[in-house]
């Protein structure tokens, strides 16, 4: 069966409708049923909750505390590295961007126009650049941290599709990631310029937050929202949190040209941790 054939029904799923009750799931403090609900999501992905911070599957008052969850100190060192990976999960794709064309999966492209929400001179920043696509699968640590240091300046809201990004949905349906709902965050370094991530939202994903803002799309209004940080400052040091997914989805990170060569450890569908080594400035 083709990956096209298999996505169909998520053409016709009331996706927001779903993921609007899951998002209400998500965050319901209902005692034990919230803790039934944690362990039996334990036991199906495999979760390893001696890395969390808090292993008491018991003490998490909702499932969102329980899946944005700290891990201990020290379980995710950084690698000595310009630039380390900023999540668990695992590479969908990685590698040079052609022109301005990102690939998604085999036959499936789109444009980094496209992917930040159509500004034209943001997307041109990254001709010829670098590009990673990182999939968070259930079972993975769902908050995010920053490849290396960087100031940000602005944060794009823009509406979108939910459909699921995991990999079989990646090759089925074109231009996914820049027609999924999902959140542009454009980030100056002082050693590699401007650079950006997306966290693209996907079916059940209740929400993105990130620690500047809090939830970014907590009502859905259709229209891109955007705002900017000159007079306010946010720094961020390399490993540092970022963002998180109440429910699991896909960062995609665009670098500038001549900015980043790829760990030559790394393939498509290998699996990756936060803080391992991402890449380094070219020779």
Not at 3 to 10: A, W
Not at 16 to 26: C, D, E, H, P
Not at 82 to 108: E, N, T
Not at 118 to 143: E, I, V
Request: hydrophobic fraction near 40%; proline fraction near 6%.
């Amino acid at each position: 069966m083709s990956d096209r054939f298999k996505v169909l029904p998520q053409y016709v799923l009331p996706k927001q409708a779903l993921t609007s009750f899951a998002g209400r799931v998500a965050g319901h403090r209902g005692g034990k049923v919230t803790t039934r609900l944690i362990r039996w999501f334990v036991g199906k992905y495999g979760v390893n909750m001696e890395e969390a911070l808090n292993s008491d599957i018991a003490s998490y008052p909702s499932f969102n505390e329980f899946f944005t969850r700290p891990l201990k100190d020290g379980v995710r060192p950084l690698a000595n590295a310009d630039f380390v990976c900023p999540v668990d999960g695992a590479i969908s794709q990685f590698g040079a961007i052609d022109d301005h064309h990102i690939l998604q999966a085999k036959g499936h492209r789109f444009t980094t126009t496209q992917l930040v929400g159509g500004d034209a001179t943001l997307g041109a920043l990254f001709q010829h650049g670098a590009f990673a696509n990182l999939y968070l699968s259930p079972k993975d640590y769902h908050r995010l941290h920053m490849p290396c240091d960087g100031r940000l300046t602005r944060m794009i809201y823009v509406p979108g599709a939910l459909f699921s990004v995991n990999p079989t949905t990646a090759r089925g349906v074109p231009g996914l990631f820049a027609r999924n709902e999902r959140v542009v965050c454009v980030f100056e370094s002082e050693e590699f310029g401007t650079f950006v991530m997306v966290l693209v939202g996907a079916t059940i994903v209740g929400s993105m937050a990130t620690p500047w803002h809090g939830v970014v799309n907590p009502q859905r209004t259709g229209r891109i929202s955007e705002w900017t940080y000159e007079a306010s400052p946010v720094v961020l040091k390399k490993g540092e949190e970022m963002g998180r997914f109440l429910l699991g989805s896909t960062v995609v990170m665009l670098f500038k040209e001549k900015t980043i060569a790829f760990n030559p450890d790394w393939a498509p569908e290998r699996k990756v941790r936060l803080g391992e080594m991402m890449g380094n400035r070219p020779a």
